[in-house]
């Protein structure tokens, strides 16, 4: 079922009945499928939320003075959604409680281009960087970007990317993935 706020907020205190555990007894969480884990809606928040990214690229701060349009391939896209949920499966309150930092890299040079709350009615227990990649292959086209001038055509986005989490309940270690 659908958890609200507060249930996130006590899920420390909920306990499961005795048929629950006896299910689960000898069967670890990487042996289950983690396509059952997902919640119905997670996916409808991660389509939203890919929707803001989509948006929040469109209108990217990449120069002092100078916003560009980036365009995220379908390819990245699935491959972004399919990995935030993921990463969401194991948390309390799945993507509803995520911090999403955006950010651009190209060359040596990585760009922060927004901060999204997943839902903003709930208190964040993780936060994830997603480092997404100006496609190489438009390096030429592009060293003109942080030059004076005006707005160009909509730079693509390569389908390499780079997400980090966070928890922020926790002093686990730092998670990198690199896709």
Not at 90 to 99: I, K, T, V, Y
Not at 103 to 130: M, N, R, S, W, Y
Request: glycine fraction near 8%; hydrophobic fraction near 40%; charge should be negative.
């Amino acid at each position: 079922g659908r958890l609200e706020t507060s249930d996130c907020e006590s899920l420390g205190s909920a306990s499961g009945s005795e048929g629950d555990a006896e299910y689960a007894e000898g069967v670890s969480l990487p042996d289950m499928d983690l396509e059952l884990l997902h919640d119905p809606e997670d996916e409808l928040l991660c389509a939203n939320l890919l929707d803001v990214v989509q948006a929040t690229l469109g209108r990217a701060p990449l120069g002092a003075k100078r916003c560009s349009r980036l365009l995220m391939p379908a390819q990245l896209q699935a491959q972004v959604r399919t990995e935030l949920l993921r990463l969401a499966c194991s948390e309390p309150c799945g993507l509803r409680g995520a911090l999403l930092d955006l950010c651009v890299e190209h060359g040596k040079a990585c760009h922060d281009v927004g901060h999204i709350a997943a839902d903003p009615a709930v208190v964040p227990t993780f936060q994830l960087t997603l480092v997404l990649r100006l496609d190489s292959r438009l390096w030429p086209k592009i060293q003109g970007l942080f030059a004076s001038g005006p707005a160009f055509a909509p730079l693509k986005l390569s389908t390499g990317f780079r997400v980090m989490k966070k928890k922020l309940y926790s002093s686990e270690q730092l998670l990198i993935e690199e896709c």
